[in-house]
């Protein structure tokens, strides 16, 4: 079998572009901050959760018609402004959101009927797990379980008004038009592209996240439904 990408929607096939898969599996740095105090032997790590973002190198080959299907991939890629969704035939139960910076060191055939070079894609750290994408729906209390050891911060959406439990955190949903998003991630909550910011209360201000293992989800009186898409990931 020869592997491939996708960036954005389109699989690099489309192209006649396959990979190996030297650079998929490489892990991202974490952000310590060395403080260095002056009579103390060693450094002192200041707090950090913060992973930096990672470089994911793809070797990559034409093996027909390299003439026409470098110009179009070269195209393409520079046509995608921002992250998208990046995802291998080596890791398919995962995904990255990345963005290609350009450049392409070729090397050819004298024909021009094949060549190969290296495929360089800036990604945020989060290997997101596909099943992290499917939203689950709750009508009565329940729960949910994450598989991995990274706290994720979901999306939810909130139909009625009421208290959501999560965990040991809790959001109150003062005014509802028909549904309220609340995204954990860029703690935002909106409504199309209307903020509601200002409709919800979130206790102590910080926005559920679910840790590893079991997180419960309780629905208040005047809640008919939660929608979770809880974005599992690894590192």
């Known amino acids: 079998m020869r592997n491939y990408f996708t960036f954005g929607e389109t699989p690099s096939t489309t192209f006649g572009v396959y990979v190996s898969g030297s650079g998929v599996f490489n892990a991202p740095t974490r952000a310590y901050e060395p403080i260095q105090i002056p009579g103390r032997s060693g450094d ?7 992973l930096e973002n990672v470089e994911i190198t793809y070797p990559a ?4 018609n390299f003439k026409q299907n470098i110009a179009n991939f070269r195209d393409y890629l520079l046509s995608k402004d921002g992250y998208h969704r990046l995802a291998d035939t080596y890791n398919p139960d995962e995904f990255r959101l990345a963005y ?5 060191e070729l090397e050819m055939e004298r024909t ?3 060549g190969q070079f290296e495929v360089t894609f800036n990604c945020k750290p989060q290997r997101y797990l596909v099943s992290g994408t499917e939203p689950v729906t709750f009508t ?6 994450n598989p991995t050891k990274q706290t994720a911060a979901p999306l939810i959406r909130v139909r009625g008004t009421g208290t959501v439990g999560i965990g040991d955190n809790a959001i109150t949903v003062m005014t509802n038009p028909d549904y309220i998003d609340i995204d954990c991630e860029i703690m935002e909550a ?5 903020i509601m ?3 919800i209360h979130i206790q102590n ?6 840790h590893e293992g079991n997180t419960g989800v309780s629905l208040g009186s005047g809640i008919t439904s939660v929608i979770i898409t809880p974005r599992w990931w690894r590192a």
Request: net charge positive; glycine share 10%.
């Open 44 to 50: 002192v790590l200041s707090l950090s959760r913060r």
């Open 61 to 64: 080959f034409i093996y027909t």
């Open 100 to 104: 290609y910076a350009g450049g392409l």
């Open 112 to 114: 021009l009927r094949a």
């Open 140 to 145: 009565a209390d329940g729960s949910l379980t």
């Open 190 to 194: 909106y409504y199309g592209p209307t």
């Open 197 to 199: 910011n200002e409709m």
């Open 205 to 210: 201000r910080d926005f559920p996240v679910l």
